[in-house]
Nanobody, 124 residues
Framework: QVQLVESGGGLVQAGSSLRLSCAAS????????MGWFRQAPGKEREFVAA????????YYADSVKGRFTISRDNAKNTVYLQMNSLKPEDTAVYYC?????????????????WGQGTQVTVSS
């Protein structure tokens, strides 16, 4: 079993940057893929970004491509989401998740463990 704890959310102005972190428990962090999702009020949870075990492969939703960067530090059991040029439409609760396998996926149903989420609010 894996426990995921997100941090780094907050209230920022449009055009600002934030870096989210997700710390994972356990000693096998480097063996499974990770992802970030977000959920805005009244909307379904949507894929944001995903990263392979080694960090060599990354995937992004079209809405964040070029602005967000996912990365990981396997020595620290942590995955990051660097968010630049934030827009009001990026406002959501951001969730870290893992497929707990080598599978890198954009599909929510393939993710087995989830964090509790961190709120990101972007004001105009």
């Amino acid at each position: 079993q894996v426990q995921l704890v997100e941090s780094g959310g907050g209230l920022v102005q449009a055009g600002s940057s934030l870096r989210l972190s997700c710390a994972a428990s356990g000693r096998t962090f480097s063996t499974y893929a990770m992802g970030w999702f977000r959920q805005a009020p009244g909307k379904e949870r949507e894929f944001v970004a995903a990263i392979s075990r080694s960090g060599g492969n990354t995937y992004y939703a079209d809405s964040v491509k070029g602005r967000f960067t996912i990365s990981r530090d396997n020595a620290k059991n942590t995955v990051y989401l660097q968010m630049n040029s934030l827009k009001p439409e990026d406002t959501a609760v951001y969730y870290c998740a893992t497929t707990y396998s080598i599978v890198v996926s954009v599909a929510r149903e393939n993710y087995r463990y989830w964090g509790q989420g961190t709120q990101v609010t972007v004001s105009s």
